[in-house]
T-cell receptor, first 115, second 114 residues
Framework: NAGVTQTPKFRILKIGQSMTLQCTQDMNHNYMYWYRQDPGMGLKLIYYSVGAGITDKGEVPNGYNVSRSTTEDFPLRLELAAPSQTSVYFC??????????????FGPGTRLTVT | GENVEQHPSTLSVQEGDSAVIKCTYSDSASNYFPWYKQELGKGPQLIIDIRSNVGEKKDQRIAVTLNKTAKHFSLHITETQPEDSAVYFCAASTGGTSYGKLTFGQGTILTVHP
């Protein structure tokens, strides 16, 4: 299994540009998550999904959008990039917490700079 | 919502020494407490976790303790090795609910000197 894969690894955007961060998992996990990690800070949840077609906001959703059309993919969309969105973005996935298997598996991250 | 505080922010030890990282949480409903290790350029990886019905859990050189009354939990690494150098994050979750949302601490940069 490849686990959780993310593309691209690095990206520089100009203010106002848009982009999509890709995330794919091959572990047949129902739950998927997007986090951002700012320097010296812990990870903050942006959006999450409990299955195809179902998404919900996390702690810091403003400026982002998500969709979940398949179990495997959970892309994160930035519509109008702002310098405050400069961060490292991590995608994660897990089985359903209802199954009492709570481990989240993280991808390698996308480092985004907005200038 | 849940708030998780983690200390210290940096920790430097000699190889073979023990390292202890402490976290406090605010939501008494939290019942799942994982610890993640993040190596440079990689995503976090779960190293150990504990649930609220257990006070202590060990896995070789690492252990986690939980004090529900005081709402704090700690990571203990014994006989540290240079490869233990990384950023460590604690987290808390109301794992029994529908959504496994984790609230993370700020992270501890652990450096083990040979």
């Amino acid at each position: 299994n490849a686990g959780v894969t993310q593309t691209p690894k690095f990206r520089i955007l100009k203010i106002g540009q848009s982009m999509t961060l890709q995330c794919t998992q091959d572990m047949n996990h129902n739950y998927m998550y997007w986090y951002r990690q700012d320097p010296g800070m812990g990870l903050k949840l942006i959006y999450y999904s409990v299955g195809a077609g179902i998404t919900d906001k996390g702690e810091v959703p403003n400026g982002y959008n998500v969709s979940r059309s398949t179990t495997e993919d959970f892309p994160l969309r930035l519509e109008l990039a702002a310098p405050s969105q400069t961060s490292v973005y991590f995608c994660a996935s897990s089985f359903s917490p209802r199954d009492r298997n709570y481990e989240q598996y993280f991808g390698p991250g996308t480092r985004l700079t907005v200038t | 919502g849940e708030n998780v505080e983690q200390h210290p922010s940096t920790l430097s030890v000699q190889e073979g020494d023990s390292a202890v990282i402490k976290c406090t949480y605010s939501d008494s409903a939290s019942n799942y407490f994982p610890w993640y290790k993040q190596e440079l350029g990689k995503g976090p990886q779960l190293i150990i976790d504990i649930r609220s019905n257990v006070g202590e859990k060990k896995d070789q050189r690492i252990a986690v303790t939980l004090n529900k009354t005081a709402k704090h939990f700690s990571l203990h690494i014994t006989e540290t090795q240079p490869e233990d150098s990384a950023v460590y994050f604690c987290a808390a979750s109301t794992g029994g609910t529908s959504y496994g949302k984790l609230t993370f601490g700020q992270g501890t940069i652990l450096t083990v000197h040979p």
